[in-house]
């Protein structure tokens, strides 16, 4: 199993360090507050005149559901065995699963439930989604490089977006929850890639 190399270690660190140290006091402000924060009112408003289109927003949205993750998760597994890259598979095992227990079961019981008595923070289906994306873009990088990857950025980074104005623009979320639901999506799983680097390269170093 062909580890990360040194600087794409390095840079999955920085980004799942960066991202948790985002998190952490949006969490601690929701926690506070028990409502709305002033990035939830500014979003929705800035929002409120441009609507998805229901045939986008509504497909987009349920990718979040359990059926449609679990699916992806097979499909991403399954495409890694196939390209024998059984580093990416691993990781996509590992990783979406775990984010998606970060946020339903450690982070929305902790902050608990916002004015209108729902646990939405952070929002399960922005997590379930951008892990999903962040699982294709590591399979793409380690298959087909750089360069493969800046030209399927835009696709990738744009269904996160689409989830995350969507779950605004239905109230099923506020920007904050979905913000955070990103960002713990995508740093879970690489920080799994990071750690799972480390472990193989240390026990490859001691051989």
Request: proline fraction near 6%.
């Amino acid at each position: 199993m062909r580890p990360l190399d040194v600087r794409s270690r390095r840079l999955t660190f920085i980004v799942t360090t960066v991202f948790a140290a985002i998190v952490m006091p949006l969490a601690l402000e929701v926690h506070r507050s028990g409502g709305p924060l002033r990035i939830d009112l500014r979003s929705y408003h800035a929002l409120y005149h441009y609507q998805l289109p229901t045939w986008i927003g509504g497909p987009v949205q349920d990718l979040g559901n359990w059926v449609p993750f679990v699916s992806g998760i097979g499909i991403l597994t399954t495409s890694s065995l196939i390209l024998q890259d059984n580093f990416s598979a691993a990781v996509s095992v590992a990783g979406p699963p775990l984010a998606v227990l970060i946020t339903e079961g450690i982070l929305k019981p902790i902050v608990g439930p916002q004015e209108n008595g729902v646990y939405g923070f952070p929002s399960g289906h922005a997590t379930a989604l951008a892990a999903l994306v962040a699982g294709v873009a590591l399979l793409v990088y380690r298959r087909w490089g750089i360069g493969a990857l800046l030209a399927a950025a835009p696709f990738l980074l744009l269904l996160p977006l689409l989830m995350t104005i969507g779950l605004v623009q239905t109230h099923w979320h506020q920007m904050s929850d979905a913000i955070a639901g990103d960002l713990i999506g995508t740093g879970t799983v690489f920080g799994i890639a990071w750690a799972l680097s480390v472990g193989i390269a240390r026990r490859q170093a001691r051989r």
